[in-house]
């Protein structure tokens, strides 16, 4: 079955980086576009970052472009987000979730649990 | 960008109601459009795509519609399991969703 596991999240400092990992399992992860989406303590969601399933094509939400960069390693099914010069409105859960392509729309269609990134002095 | 505004933020209905939540795009988007469910301290499920096809495993009670810049989701007879939150996507232009739909027990 589908698994997206994410981690790496903790309570880091305004300023500093974080890397965060998303594992895949259950299906063929260098085929999928994948994306990071996070949800701040009791707001809603705001999706962050996608890369191509080949990781030639990378986009990124005006709030974090420039400070977040997405990748991903097919041979290790592992997707990363690199946090930098970090916020403290950065806190929020980190979400992986991988889209489906069907017609011409790309739904979210498995999630991870999410991990917590805490930014605070 | 595109901007999303659903109605109501807060929704209270008992079990066994019929409910509609709206979401309304800043311009058009075509269908590009998807619902999710969320639970609390869970990751949202995908319920609809493509503004009217029901998701895989998805109680068929669930039920979306609309194009353009309006849409709607309905639950056509509460279950206890329906209470969450509920959010609209836009999968036009990169992807933005609504600010969420709290649906609580009355």
């Known amino acids: 079955q589908v698994q997206l596991v994410e981690s790496g999240g903790g309570v880091v400092q305004p300023g500093r980086s974080l890397r965060l990992s998303c594992a895949a399992s259950g299906f063929t992860f260098s085929g999928y576009t994948m994306h990071w989406v996070r949800q701040a303590p009791g707001k809603g969601l705001e999706w962050v970052a996608l890369i191509s399933y080949d990781g030639s094509k990378k986009y990124y939400a005006d709030s974090v472009k420039g400070r977040f960069t997405i990748s991903r390693d097919n041979s290790k099914n592992t997707l990363y987000l690199q946090l930098s010069s970090l916020r403290v409105e950065d806190t929020a859960v980190y979400y992986c979730a991988r889209d489906i392509l069907v017609g011409d729309t790309t739904p979210f269609d498995y999630w991870g649990q999410g991990t917590l990134v805490t930014v605070s002095s | 960008d595109i901007q999303l505004t659903q109605s109501p933020s807060f929704l209270s209905a008992s079990v066994g109601d019929r409910v509609t939540i709206t979401c309304r795009a800043s311009?058009?988007?075509?269908?590009?459009l998807a619902w999710y469910q969320q639970k609390p301290g869970k990751a949202p499920k995908l319920l609809i795509y493509?503004?009217?096809t029901l998701q895989s495993g998805v109680p068929s009670r669930f039920s979306g519609s609309g194009s353009g810049t309006e849409f709607t989701l309905t639950i056509s007879s509460l279950q206890p399991e329906d209470f969450a939150t509920y959010y609209c996507?836009?999968?036009?232009?990169?992807?933005?969703f609504g600010q969420g739909t709290k649906l609580e027990i009355k």
């Open positions: 996507q836009q999968l036009n232009s990169l992807y933005t």
């Open positions: 493509a503004a009217s």
């Open positions: 311009q058009g988007i075509s269908s590009h």
